[in-house]
Structure formats: C-alpha cells, structure tokens
C-alpha cells in the first residue's frame, strides 16, 4: 500500500502545522529530509525530535518529528508527525518534496480508512471520528465520544450474540431435517425471537433522540410581515443576522441561525412573512415558508399584539394555525407587547389563551426582553423531550438507523415465519438477513460504496 501524505491541521493560518505521512516508507521518508539537532542515529519512535527539515541542501523549517511503529500507530501503519511552522509556503513546499520522493497525496479519512483496514477501528467507531470532528454541541460531542470509545459495537456484538444462540437452534434442526424431527420448542425460538425484536426496536427508537443530537431541534419563525420575525432571530443570535426594518415584505428568503439550549443546537429559520402578495419572488420566499412550517414539528408563531388586541375574532391567527401539520407543536408570540399597557397585553394573553387553549402562548416585548423567560423555558421542555436520559444510550446515524430498522423488519418476518411454521432452512435465510444488516454497522460486512460513500465525507488529513 502506498504511503500518504496530508496537512492534518486545515487549511486557515495558524502557528503550527501537522502534516501525516503513514504507509510502510513513511520513516524512510523522513529520514531523506530531517536532520535532528542530537544526533539520533536511528531517530527512535514515539519520541518528538527537534531539527531542521532540509529541501535540496537548504533549510525549510525548523521541525517536530514523532514516528509510530506499525502496529502502534493510529492508522496501525507506520507513521510519522512532522509539526512545522504554519506558513502556506513551508507546508506546500514540504508536502511537495515529499511527494517528488514517492508519497502520495491522501484521500479524504484515508488514515481512518487505514485504521479501520488495520482493525484499529470498526466502521461504527471511524464513523465516530468524523462525527467528533463535525460535533458542535455538548450532546452531539459526548454522543460521538461514546460511540468512538465502542458503546455501540458492543451493543451490536450483544444483539449479534442473542442472534448466534437463535441460529444455532435453527441450524440444528436443518442437520436433522431428514429425521422429522422438531429438536426446539417452537415457544422457544418464538420467545428468543421476541426477546431479540424488543431490544431491536429499543435501540432503533433512540434514533429520534439521537437524531435530534446530531441535527438540532428545527424551530421556524412565521407569522405576517412586520410581525417582529427579524427582530426575535436577532435578540436569541444576539446580533444582526436578519435585516430588521419596518417595511413589510423586508425577510423574502430564509434565514439560518442556532443557539444552544441545555447542550442541543436550537436551529431557527427566520422566514418571510406570510400574506397575500402579487409579487413572485416574495411568493417563492412565502412557499419556502410554508415548506419549513409543514416540514418540522416546531414553530415560533408571531402575531403583532398591537394589531389584535382590539379585535373582536381572532381570524389572523386562525390563518397561521391553518398552515400547521397535525402533530406540530407551535408556541404563539403576542409581539410588540412592551407596546401596550400591562392590562391591555393581560388581557390579550387571557383572550387568546382562552380561544386557542392547546398552544402555550405568550407575551413578547423584544426591546424590553418581555417574554424571554418563557420563550426559553418552552424550549428547554422540548429539548428536554427530546433528550437522552442520562445513562441512555442513543443512535445518531442515519445509515445505524436504517440498518437497525431492515434488522427488526427481518425479525418480525422471522417471528411470523416461526408462527406459520415454516421449515427450518427458510427460517435460517431470514437469521442471514438480520446477521448482515447487523454486521453492515460495524463493518464486518461493508460494500466498498458503502465504505466510500463514509470516508469521503471526511476531510483529508483525518
Ligand atoms: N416595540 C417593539 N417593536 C418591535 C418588536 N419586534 C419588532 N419590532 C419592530 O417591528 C418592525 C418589524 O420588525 P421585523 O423584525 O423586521 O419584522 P418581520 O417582518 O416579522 O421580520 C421593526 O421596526 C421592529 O423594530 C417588539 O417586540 N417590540
Ligand atoms: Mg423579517
């Protein structure tokens, strides 16, 4: 296998840079160019040495070398860490000599991709490493943390091992076949079966949290223009993401921002305002409003108190509740509150309470932070809805996720199966099924687009 080189630390100025290098001539490499300040003759692993790094005679940059021994080593090749100086120049022109001397530039997670070669890691776990690089909360760090440290292998070797004791009863039965003979109560194999589609479907169902982890919890602001939609992005971001103005029709695309509540990312969509207009692009901005609104479970809904407060009806707010799916699940915001006298917005808050008693609602004075304690607390509850508990154990990957679901779907068939008594050999084909999507997680069994499809969403140098 070719020996690769990359930059580990990014492409932005920094004091230090890294560069890798791993295959079998990663130390022949080095010792072609670093000359260490002691003499090392044999410059020994696992020790930082200091010295010059020497291009065709001339000096480079003063360096860091460490080299790893195949199988010590992160990707269990050889390896090698030079850390130099963080101008573009010496690390473009260090990976240049470099690679004149026979490396090769690497792919994007190929020394993940080596290490998951090389058993240092399974898949499960090298789908970790990117996800603890991308991570941007608490939750989503401490999520890929576990699955890094082997929480979820082990989890799909205990369900692997229930599988095997399955198997083994069914496969005794196909030796026998010829005889006529049932070996296992067929309550049994239904009991393990049972046992096996319960702890299935648990860890399959940690994927809404895990989901959640991983994603943020969506929340889309609407509501009419001038409703103070900008306004309220702007005071949770704590600054001027969205333009702010009080000319209807100002928001016409949607607009991304996130904060942290309790350690999940909140992800708000700021949208344009909805109402009846003639113009097509604020049209299309409308449409991308409707589709966030009806696209998620969680929504700011925006009325302009000082509009409604004199109304008899409250027909606004029934044309923003119209757009909302079944299972949504909106908070109402009286906005422009600080506007009225506190009886006035009382009474307000009491009316609407009182019309639309499902939907908490409440009163928003963004210039005088009215509201902003019950703005919060609704969001923690739906974090905390949506929060594992605190020994709980979640799946935050898609790819885990639909592997588990196919697995329980085999498992259902198989208990069907068991019921309607089929013969032995084609219970066996549906106990291969379950042990391949199990396997598909942690990668003992993994189709190269599969691996490919993982490793080229990291970046190079991981
Ligand atoms: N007094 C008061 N004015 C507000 C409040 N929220 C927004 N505004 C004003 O209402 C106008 C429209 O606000 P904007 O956020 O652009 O509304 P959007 O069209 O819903 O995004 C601006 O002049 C804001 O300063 C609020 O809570 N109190
Ligand atoms: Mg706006």
Known sequence: MSTIVALATGENLAAIALIRLSGCEAHALVRQFFVPKSAHAKLPPRRALFGNWVVAGDVLDQVVVTLFSAPHSYTGEDMAEISCHGSPYIVQTLISALIAAGAVPAQPGEYTYRAYLNNKLDLAQAEAVGELIHSRSEAQHHAALQQLSGSLSAKIAALRAQLLELTALVELEIDFSDQDVEFVPRTQLSELTELLHTELAALRATFRQGDAIRQGLPVTIAGAPNAGKSTLLNHFLQEERA????????????????????????????????????????????????????????????????????????????????????????????????????????????????????YTVVLWGARIGLGEAEVRAWLEARVTEYLPTATGFVITNERHYRALLAAEEETRLLAQGITQGLTSDLLAHHLRQIHTHLANITGEIAPAEVLSTIFGKFCIGK
Not at 299 to 320: G, H, K, P, Q, Y
Not at 328 to 335: K, M, R
Request: with cysteine; aromatic share 4%.
């Open 243 to 358: 333009i702010v103005s009080d000319i209807p029709g100002t928001t016409r695309d949607t607009i991304h921002g996130e904060i942290q509540i309790k350690g999940i990312t909140i992800r708000f969509t700021d949208t344009a305002g909805l109402r009846e207009t003639s113009d097509p692009i604020e049209r299309l901005g409308i449409e991308r409003t409707l589709n966030c609104l009806q696209g998620g479970i969680f929504s700011f809904l925006l009325i302009d108190a000082t509009t409604v407060a004199n109304n008899a009806s409250f027909e606004e707010i029934d044309r923003l509740v119209a757009h909302l799916t079944p299972n949504a699940s909106p908070l109402l915001l009286l906005t422009k509150a600080d506007l009225l006298a506190e009886t006035e917005r009382q009474t307000l808050l009491a009316r609407v309470q009182n019309a639309y008693p499902r």
